[in-house]
């Protein structure tokens, strides 16, 4: 009871309290608890407090070094603490006095560490197996801060140091800031967690990362940042002010808002995409502030932040498959994907529109659109292509290097021309799922890819006119009626999987390879007013037509024709 002053070793008691100050200058022993209720000032350069297997050592008042001879620094002793499994708590301010900062603060426990006031020492190292409470605001270290166990943030919290290492995870309703470089986790167990309302996380230098980060506020990566597994960082914004690399490791970007300052880099799958369903999404300078139906694109990349993203990625993804937000693509400088790219929104009810009003381009890479709204493009160069969506309007010409697949209803807004023989291919598969309207011209080559239609074209717009080439042993597949008020040629061999009508405003319709059914007869009808219908190939030759009617100015028929049913020609016929 009173102060006290420690100048040589204790050992072998129980327990030891002390009501008043305590200048300690060496070690102290006990196998149990361990309280310094007043003030405690390290005198000694080298001091360990032990308190057994399970003794708590509790500091109800300020920790300090002594200050050097001349009080002019602090002498920056180190404070040694180690409870077993007992807790230890710092309830004053640590290193606070003037001169009074700490040398290497470490603390030993698998019970819990509380830090109540403001820390200042050389270094803050703990242990593994515990956790350590900061609810003192700021703990500043002219070295590292290691912390090996569970962190748990009672405040907002500010940690200044060379580098701040947690080993283990971090949670808390508050925000954090490091001033300084920053180790999150040495396992992709040791996740960040900051709850609360809008609590952040920021690093001012060098991040790596190893495990997830999610904050309900936003993320800032000043230095260069590094991915040392495969993660997600979620945050309502994500600010890089450096490079960011992934490595060979998955990285999913969950966020509202980006901010990409250095290049972003990687080998895996790249996930950027928005964290509440309906954050719309722009790509490119040219958005504006109407750009996302009618509002400014919230989850916004640039031309410049576009061009960050280094080529590499496995695969890139744009949009969320819970999204409803609308997706904008308009750039002031035309951009090339370089890697896979797919760009998404919701598959069911909600999902967001999509809408190109830039050329899309991704090289030889493939360039998937997925959603269940609208889908709206331009113009497109890619490898393999598959676009989804709830109505489908193309604006301008398709060339692939890869397969061409239009999962839902088709509008063209003005003549387009679609090639799967891009980038020196010799063709693939162009395939239609659905019908395709509108006053247009339309051009599809295939090349040795065969081209099919599931349903109607010009079903509810007639088409302008219909060029339809492919070398492919199957050919041309026509599932619906064909309505045109221009011309229709067929370049390849045709097959009829349905009944089928094609109809023309006085306008020729050409057939310049065979034409037969499928497995099953069909019926084939030929409306062409004045126009003239000409047959190069054999029909019926493997799978003979059902009825035919054909109404026609000139009907041309040059090779062999085999049905199993009637044959009517309304018009002259010239048979070869």
Known sequence: TGNAVVNGAISGITTLSISGTSSIAANITSSSNQ???GAFTITGSAVTLTSGTAGT??????????????NTASAA???TVSAGSGNVTFTGVVGGATNGALGALTVNTTGTTTFSAAVTAASVTTNAGGTVALNGATVTTTGTQTYND???????????????????????AYGLAITGNAVFGNGTADTVTLTGTNKALSVSGTSTINANITTSGGQTYTGATTVGAALTLSASSITTGSTLAASGNALTLTTDAISLGGALSGSAALVIQPKTDATTIGLGSSITSTSCGGASCAL?????????LSDGFASITIGSTTGTGAIAINYTTPYTF????????KATSGGGSITATSALASSTNSLTLSTYGAVSVVGITSGALAITGNGITLNGDITTSGTQTYTGAVTLGSAVNTSSKGASSTGNTISFSSTINGAQAFTVDAGVGAITFSNALGNS???????LTTSHATGITLTGNVTTTGTQTYTGAVSLAANTTLTTTNSNIGFGGTLNSDATTRTLNIAAGSGAVAFTGAVGGTAALGATAITAATVTNSSTWVGNSTLAITGNAVVN
Do not use: K
């Open 300 to 308: 916004a990349l640039d031309d410049t932040e576009l061009g960050r």
């Open 150 to 172: 569970a962190v748990v943030l009672g405040a907002d919290t500010t940690l200044a140091a060379t580098t701040a290492t947690f080993n283990d995870t971090i949670t808390g």
């Open 57 to 70: 050592v509790a500091f109800s008042s300020t920790v300090n070094s002594a200050a050097n001879v001349g």
């Open 461 to 467: 717009t007639g088409l302008a006119s219909i060029a």
């Open 77 to 79: 002793n180190p404070l």
């Open 35 to 37: 309280a310094y209720t």
């Open 338 to 345: 370089l890697d896979p790219v797919t760009i998404r929104s």
